[in-house]
């Protein structure tokens, strides 16, 4: 099986900085994209940036300029380095990526269990 583990959320002044990071393991023989998303009370899930396994990065344009997303050289973690945090980036962040499982023998799409960001005015 392929799992995503999540950390680093917490609570944090309008302002202030967070780094996510989100380490895969299990039974994977590749993972091509991997990706952050958001949920905020009361809303849809949003996608928040992404990066693929070449490196091209892609972010909402709400976090442009504040959030960076990078990955490790075994490609198996994923990190979002936060910025100038607002407090409508409060929200449930969820790791997400485009793994092989070698179990069965094709990609999947695996969700981490999601870390909450609350950032306070």
């Known amino acids: 099986q392929v799992q995503l583990v999540e950390s680093g959320g917490g609570l944090v002044q309008a302002g202030g900085s967070l780094r996510l990071s989100c380490v895969a393991s299990?039974?994977?023989?590749?993972?091509?994209?991997m990706g952050w998303y958001r949920q905020a009370p009361g809303k849809q899930r949003e996608l928040v940036a992404i990066?693929?396994?070449?490196?091209?990065?892609n972010y909402a344009d709400s976090v442009k300029g504040r959030f960076t997303i990078s990955r490790d050289n075994s490609k198996t973690t994923v990190y979002l380095q936060m910025h100038s945090l607002k407090p409508e980036d409060t929200a449930v962040y969820y790791c997400?990526?485009?793994?092989?499982?070698?179990?069965?023998?094709?990609?999947?799409?695996?969700w981490g269990q999601g870390t909450l960001v609350t950032v306070s005015s």
């Open positions: 990066i693929s396994s070449s490196g091209s990065t």
């Open positions: 997400n990526a485009d793994a092989g499982s070698s179990y069965y023998h094709r990609y999947l799409e695996v």
């Open positions: 299990g039974s994977i023989f590749s993972i091509n994209g």
